[in-house]
């Protein structure tokens, strides 16, 4: 595909601008015993509908902790949070939200059906629905005929696939991504990252994902969010204009080394080595 | 040949060989004679050849297989068999000598091998593995029985010290309705309902605990100090508070199992990861439901090994506090009676019969953690 035509396509694509989370002068200072640690300061940030909006930048920059402000797991020391148009708190209550953590977090003793089923179960559906929701977002991850399995005798690869099926189960809108692929090799990695490409183009969820790879980043977002440390804050906002149906081959296209190349900028830019 | 003799039954062979050179008793102290020759008693002579044959020959071409071993297995029920028999049929019983000891060493010798041959045993079919995995304990333990039941008869050992097992198996089949009644009252009435009781109440008190942090930092150092007492102590006072029957041996019980448990269950309630907690806040799933799906599953092990410890405590808290006062029947009202009039037959009848019911229950309790928490990587197996 040209450039042109990736211009193109971004042109025909309907611009929707509702904001899924809007957070406004965040700031969050943990305490601790050898002194305040400044996690995150003064940012702004706005994810639209059906954005995947990538949070990039060194460890300790602060982008984990921002996913878990979205996600209630944090609290802010100031700004607004909205999720929704609510609150953070209420958001988490409303079950606003699918997260995906750095490790798959399954529990031992449920088979991966139940444990797709488990979000199911707290929110008290019935056993039918759960036992289909669970069927749809295991076919979704391309899991089905591992109902019955263990999770301890499943790849790394397919545990991390059976907890992504998991957030997806209850069909929350807004998917937050800790760094899901962060332990897995390079060529499964990949192979996620084309499953969850699919699944986003074709679910028009909202996906907020942190990695710290920059192809990773450039490859799947729509925006990515450049972070550095010390105290975390955003230096840089870039959109991509990759059509949602894209391969692994746009990774050899000029655009895509350009953005790469701006995105190593910023994190160079904000990361000072002489510290 | 395997390139290189094997040790265990060239031992084996020798020794056999010598114990029938070596007189077989010495003299009886009255006569004067010789109680027994090896010539006179077939069965036994029959045994000892038997083992220098299979140790010669085993010396020379090894023990390669289960087959070969299970041969000189058969060899040596054999040879204890004709030796408990030509002790007891015989007079040999009191009067044992080298000849009779040489041949108690070859059997060793040779047993030792061919356990060890069947321990190494690995096949892929689940039966016959199973089969070899139970064979090696219960030979271990038959062993034993053995040369205790030889030791005692053949050096004439006086019973008050040690009866042999044979004696202890002929009183306890002798006295079942005695030991059930006291199995009924020791172990069905005071220990289960102790042990249930002691681990329910300190389940309870733990969810209390966890769910009120104040209890934690009061109620742990106190139960920690209960724990600590004396079971000499405090077993007299719970007669005096609840009688002499059942209700003040299940009342010590309470309190030997109830701080494992409780102290167990704290840890096993805080062993689900931060992860799995974050998990469980993002679908707001509250303290009952988190409690329910997540940090009981996780507890489990903790929980278990708490019932597996308390198990074993319960029984001896029972017997112990039979001593301070009970109605004519119980485990250790019979055995504190039983040594007084010194029927340690009887004595050690009460002690099979405890170490049997210790180790049901504990085996009971295990098999179900067996089955519940199969997840845990202590018992996984890839399906």
């Given at each position: 595909?040209?450039?042109?035509?990736?211009?193109?396509?971004?042109?025909?694509?309907?611009?929707?601008?509702?904001?899924?989370?809007?957070?406004?002068?965040?700031?969050?200072?943990?305490?601790?015993?050898?002194?305040?640690?400044?996690?995150?300061?003064?940012?702004?940030?706005?994810?639209?509908?059906?954005?995947?909006?990538?949070?990039?930048?060194?460890?300790?920059?602060?982008?984990?902790?921002?996913?878990?402000?979205?996600?209630?797991?944090?609290?802010?020391?100031?700004?607004?949070?909205?999720?929704?148009?609510?609150?953070?708190?209420?958001?988490?209550?409303?079950?606003?939200?699918?997260?995906?953590?750095?490790?798959?977090?399954?529990?031992?003793?449920?088979?991966?059906?139940?444990?797709?089923?488990?979000?199911?179960?707290?929110?008290?559906?019935?056993?039918?629905?759960?036992?289909?929701?669970?069927?749809?977002?295991?076919?979704?991850?391309?899991?089905?005929?591992?109902?019955?399995?263990?999770?301890?005798?499943?790849?790394?690869?397919?545990?991390?696939?059976?907890?992504?099926?998991?957030?997806?189960?209850?069909?929350?809108?807004?998917?937050?991504?800790?760094?899901?692929?962060?332990?897995?090799?390079?060529?499964?990695?990949?192979?996620?990252?084309?499953?969850?490409?699919?699944?986003?183009?074709?679910?028009?969820?909202?996906?907020?994902?942190?990695?710290?790879?920059?192809?990773?980043?450039?490859?799947?977002?729509?925006?990515?969010?450049?972070?550095?440390?010390?105290?975390?804050?955003?230096?840089?906002?870039?959109?991509?204009?990759?059509?949602?149906?894209?391969?692994?081959?746009?990774?050899?296209?000029?655009?895509?080394?350009?953005?790469?190349?701006?995105?190593?900028?910023?994190?160079?830019?904000?990361?000072?080595y002489d510290e | 040949m395997t390139g290189?003799?094997?040790?265990?039954?060239?031992?084996?062979?020798?020794?056999?060989?010598?114990?029938?050179?070596?007189?077989?008793?010495?003299?009886?102290?009255?006569?004067?004679?010789?109680?027994?020759?090896?010539?006179?008693?077939?069965?036994?002579?029959?045994?000892?050849?038997?083992?220098?044959?299979?140790?010669?020959?085993?010396?020379?071409?090894?023990?390669?297989?289960?087959?070969?071993?299970?041969?000189?297995?058969?060899?040596?029920?054999?040879?204890?068999?004709?030796?408990?028999?030509?002790?007891?049929?015989?007079?040999?019983?009191?009067?044992?000598?080298?000849?009779?000891?040489?041949?108690?060493?070859?059997?060793?010798?040779?047993?030792?091998?061919?356990?060890?041959?069947?321990?190494?045993?690995?096949?892929?079919?689940?039966?016959?593995?199973?089969?070899?995995?139970?064979?090696?304990?219960?030979?271990?333990?038959?062993?034993?029985?053995?040369?205790?039941?030889?030791?005692?008869?053949?050096?004439?050992?006086?019973?008050?010290?040690?009866?042999?097992?044979?004696?202890?198996?002929?009183?306890f089949t002798g006295s079942i309705p005695?030991?059930?009644?006291?199995?009924?009252?020791?172990?069905?009435?005071?220990?289960?309902?102790?042990?249930?009781?002691?681990?329910?109440?300190?389940?309870?008190?733990?969810?209390?605990?966890?769910?009120?942090?104040?209890?934690?930092?009061?109620?742990?150092?106190?139960?920690?100090?209960?724990?600590?007492?004396?079971?000499?102590?405090?077993?007299?006072?719970?007669?005096?508070?609840?009688?002499?029957?059942?209700?003040?041996?299940?009342?010590?019980?309470?309190?030997?199992?109830?701080?494992?448990?409780?102290?167990?269950?704290?840890?096993?309630?805080?062993?689900?990861?931060?992860?799995?907690?974050?998990?469980?806040?993002?679908?707001?799933?509250?303290?009952?439901?988190?409690?329910?799906?997540?940090?009981?599953?996780?507890?489990?092990?903790?929980?278990?090994?708490?019932?597996?410890?308390?198990?074993?405590?319960?029984?001896?808290?029972?017997?112990?506090?039979?001593?301070?006062?009970?109605?004519?029947?119980?485990?250790?009202?019979?055995?504190?009676?039983?040594?007084?009039?010194?029927?340690?037959?009887?004595?050690?009848?009460?002690?099979?019969?405890?170490?049997?019911?210790?180790?049901?229950?504990?085996?009971?309790?295990?098999?179900?953690?067996?089955?519940?928490?199969?997840?845990?990587?202590?018992?996984?197996?890839?399906?």
């Open positions: 595909m040209t450039l042109k035509a990736v211009v193109n396509n971004v042109a025909q694509m309907p611009v929707s601008k509702d904001a899924v989370v809007d957070i406004q002068k965040l700031t969050l200072t943990f305490q601790t015993a050898d002194g305040p640690v400044y996690a995150l300061s003064d940012v702004d940030l706005t994810i639209n509908r059906g954005e995947f909006v990538s949070f990039i930048g060194p460890s300790g920059c602060g982008k984990t902790t921002l996913l878990r402000v979205i996600a209630d797991l944090e609290k802010a020391t100031s700004g607004d949070v909205s999720i929704n148009g609510v609150s953070a708190s209420e958001a988490r209550q409303n079950r606003a939200y699918g997260y995906v953590f750095q490790a798959p977090a399954l529990l031992p003793w449920r088979t991966i059906e139940r444990n797709v089923t488990l979000p199911l179960e707290i929110m008290e559906m019935t056993k039918a629905e759960r036992v289909k929701r669970a069927h749809d977002a295991l076919k979704l991850v391309e899991l089905n005929g591992f109902e019955k399995k263990f999770p301890w005798q499943l790849s790394g690869g397919m545990q991390q696939r059976a907890s992504i099926a998991r957030a997806l189960s209850f069909d929350a809108d807004l998917l937050l991504m800790d760094e899901p692929f962060g332990a897995l090799d390079e060529i499964v990695r990949d192979h996620l990252n084309e499953q969850l490409l699919k699944l986003w183009a074709r679910t028009n969820k909202t996906v907020a994902f942190v990695t710290h790879s920059i192809p990773e980043a450039v490859y799947l977002s729509s925006k990515i969010v450049v972070m550095s440390p010390r105290p975390g804050r955003i230096i840089d906002v870039i959109e991509t204009r990759f059509p949602k149906d894209r391969t692994l081959d746009i990774r050899e296209s000029p655009e895509f080394l350009e953005i790469a190349h701006r995105v190593r900028e910023g994190l160079r830019a904000g990361h000072s | 290189k003799i094997d040790k265990f039954c060239l031992v084996g062979a020798i020794a056999a060989l010598l114990a029938l050179i070596f007189p077989l008793t010495g003299a009886d102290p009255d006569t004067g004679k010789m109680v027994a020759f090896v010539g006179d008693i077939p069965g036994l002579a029959v045994a000892m050849a038997l083992c220098v044959i299979a140790g010669a020959v085993f010396t020379w071409y090894g023990v390669g297989n289960v087959a070969l071993a299970s041969m000189l297995l058969l060899v040596v029920i054999f040879g204890g068999w004709q030796a408990i028999v030509s002790l007891d049929d015989y007079g040999i019983g009191g009067h044992a000598r080298v000849g009779f000891w040489l041949f108690i060493l070859s059997l060793w010798a040779l047993v030792w091998r061919a356990i060890d041959v069947l321990a190494k045993y690995r096949t892929l079919e689940t039966g016959k593995q199973q089969a070899a995995h139970l064979l090696v304990p219960v030979a271990f333990g038959v062993w034993l029985l053995f040369v205790w039941q030889v030791v005692t008869v053949g050096f004439g050992v006086p019973q008050v010290l040690l009866p042999p097992p044979s004696m202890i198996a002929e009183r005695i030991l059930w009644a006291d199995f009924h009252q020791t172990f069905i009435k005071a220990v289960l309902s102790g042990y249930v009781m002691g681990c329910g109440s300190a389940f309870i008190v733990a969810i209390a605990v966890d769910r009120v942090p104040f209890l934690k930092r009061g109620l742990l150092p106190l139960g920690n100090m209960v724990s600590a007492l004396p079971i000499i102590g405090v077993a007299p006072i719970m007669v005096m508070w609840f009688g002499f029957d059942w209700q003040s041996k299940a009342a010590v019980i309470v309190i030997m199992t109830f701080f494992p448990m409780l102290v167990n269950t704290v840890t096993g309630l805080n062993a689900a990861g931060r992860l799995e907690k974050d998990l469980m806040a993002t679908y707001a799933s509250g303290y009952w439901s988190t409690l329910l799906r997540l940090r009981l599953p996780a507890a489990l092990p903790f929980i278990f090994n708490a019932l597996k410890i308390n198990s074993t405590l319960a029984l001896i808290g029972a017997i112990v506090a039979e001593f301070f006062g009970t109605p004519i029947v119980g485990m250790g009202f019979r055995i504190s009676t039983e040594v007084g009039r010194m029927n340690v037959d009887m004595v050690w009848a009460e002690i099979a019969l405890a170490a049997l019911a210790g180790t049901a229950f504990y085996g009971a309790v295990a098999l179900a953690e067996r089955k519940v928490t199969s997840w845990h990587p202590s018992f996984r197996v890839r399906r």
